[in-house]
């Protein structure tokens, strides 16, 4: 097996590489799984993978809005394929699994990107709602990680990208100069994206002698449902931060928080390290 490195413009400079598969004398396409691929980041994440000829496996938990999402991308000349995939469910994770070893035997990029927010100060803060948010936003990054290793393992230089957020930075969020400090007192939310970093780091420390590479990606703050459209970063520039990690050469690093960095006087569009 022969990799060879491709330059590939992302659509704002970014994504500076792609590993295409050679096996002698047939080319083999990147399979690449996005959970939550119906709509906003992760929709746009499978848009720009499929830009890249990559194979998209669309995982979304709804029949309906998955197909439609599968339609979507086809038309836009993806080569897409909708999976059924609801993280917090165990029967079809593990559903999802195994149609993927039947299908291809093997996976090349694993993006956990389904996310729900639900908002509200510590001290008002319900039991129940964390545990929603924990089902997806953690456990169902655990979940959806260990079913797909076996197919990880058996790519020959697999990336996993958890998609965090700068919230989830304990340092930035009590930075007092950064613009997160500012932000009202969350819990549920941010606490979950604070372990999806540890937890990013951890596989990454597990899996560090072998080829794959595990980072947690930070989109910036982006327009889409998850906040009510609020966000003032496109999904196009969103879905950067993923594609630049799902991307990463042999040297690239393993085990960093990387994306949009948000600053006060800083320039708008800038990408790099964040402290955890
Ligand atoms: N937007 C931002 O500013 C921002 C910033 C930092 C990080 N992020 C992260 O980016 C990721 C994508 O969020 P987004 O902004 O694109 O939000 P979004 O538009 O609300 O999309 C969330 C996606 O996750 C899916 N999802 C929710 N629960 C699921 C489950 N149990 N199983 C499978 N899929 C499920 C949703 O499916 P349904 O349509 O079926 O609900 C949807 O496809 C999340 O992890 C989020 O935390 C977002």
Known sequence: MLWVVLPVPGSAGLSHMVGAALNVGAMTTTIALVTGA??????????????????????ARDEERGRE??????????????????????????QAADWIGREYGRLDILVNNAGIARGNPPSQTDLDAVREVYEVNVFGVIRVTNAMLPLLRRAPAARIVNVSS???SISSMTDPASPLAQLPAGLAYPSSKSALNMITAMYARELRDTPIKVNAANPGYTKTDLNRNSGFRSVTEGAEATVYLATLPADGPSGILWGHLWSADGPADAYGRLPW
């Open 166 to 168: 700068e919230v989830g």
């Open 38 to 59: 119906n709509k906003g980041i992760g929709l746009e994440t499978a848009q720009q993978f499929g830009a890249r000829g990559f194979t998209v496996l669309a995982g």
């Open 69 to 94: 999402a599968e339609r979507e991308l086809r038309l836009a000349g993806v080569d897409a394929r909708f999976v059924p995939l609801d993280v917090t469910d165990e029967a079809s994770v593990r």
